[in-house]
């Protein structure tokens, strides 16, 4: 049996998601999260000062949640065969007062978990000349 691979080998950086209704109605969320190694498992953070200028700050834990969960769901879904050892930290994020709610940050958790994966994937993995892969680090 092999050992299964880490997630993420190195920092991943920058991840940003952002989801906006079409025609001024949907689910509107905009987050930037890193996903950096860790020891084990998973670790979600929360930036000092992300959302800090929201009017209802009664929100934010529940935003916050959600997008953790959205990383949650995604690492475990989506990744077979990979053992989770990450730090994410969530360092910024936009909302709208009327179209953000749960859902949307639960996707944008989703969504950048995914863009991460993609990431790291296409970074460690030899182009097919032999050469490391064109993708950005």
């Known amino acids: 049996m092999t050992e299964p691979v880490r997630f ?12 906006h ?9 905009d987050v930037t999260l890193d996903f950096e190694p860790a020891e084990d498992g998973v670790v979600f ?37 990979t053992r989770p050892a990450v730090r994410v930290v969530l360092t910024g994020a936009r909302a709208h007062a009327v179209d ?15 863009e991460a994966l993609a990431r790291a994937v296409a970074r460690d993995t030899p182009a097919p000349d032999g050469g490391q892969s064109s993708a950005p680090r």
């Open 8 to 19: 993420p080998v190195r920092p991943v950086r920058a991840v940003r998601y952002r989801k």
């Open 21 to 29: 209704g079409v025609g001024g109605c949907g689910p509107f969320v």
């Open 45 to 81: 953070e929360v930036a000092p000062g992300v959302l800090a200028d929201w009017d209802w700050p009664e929100d934010l834990p529940v935003f916050f949640a959600a997008c953790e969960h959205g990383v949650r769901d995604e690492l475990s879904a989506a990744a077979p065969g």
């Open 100 to 114: 953000s709610s749960e859902y949307a940050f639960l996707l944008g958790g989703r969504h950048a978990t995914r």
